[in-house]
């Protein structure tokens, strides 16, 4: 139980960073974020719902996520093994190209 638990949330955070940096790399394709000189706040305000739209992804995979651990622990532990380098790994890329 323990392990399922251990392996539920370090997938779920690697879902969490995974999403941030694709959301990040979305939004600068997409156009950008507007000129922060004429908004106020508009770097930290685009940052925090960065956050809060991958926090929210990330939640709404939880379940899906503890459905696989619960049925297959030791997949999915292995799994966490690539998932959590792969994760950092996008946000590394995203932050040297759209900084």
């Known amino acids: 139980m323990r392990g399922e638990r251990a392996?539920?949330?370090?997938?779920v955070l690697a879902l969490f960073v995974a999403l941030y940096a694709v959301l990040r790399v979305g939004q600068?394709?997409?156009g950008?974020?507007?000129e922060?000189?004429?908004?106020?706040?508009s770097t930290r305000i685009a940052y925090f719902w960065r956050l809060a739209?991958?926090?929210?992804g990330?939640?709404?995979g939880m379940p899906v996520v503890h459905r696989w651990v619960v049925s297959d622990c030791e997949?999915?532990?292995?799994?966490?093994?690539?998932?959590?380098?792969a994760s950092w790994?996008?946000?590394?890329?995203?932050?040297?190209?759209w900084p």
């Not at 392996?7 to 997938?11: G, K, Q, S």
């Open 28 to 30: 600068a394709l997409a």
């Open 75 to 85: 997949r999915a532990v292995r799994a966490a093994g690539w998932a959590v380098p």
């Open 89 to 97: 790994g996008l946000l590394v890329v995203q932050a040297a190209v």
């Open 7 to 11: 392996a539920t949330a370090t997938l």
């Open 36 to 41: 922060p000189t004429l908004v106020q706040w």
């Open 58 to 60: 990330a939640l709404l």
């Open 53 to 56: 739209v991958a926090g929210y």
């Open 32 to 34: 950008g974020e507007p």
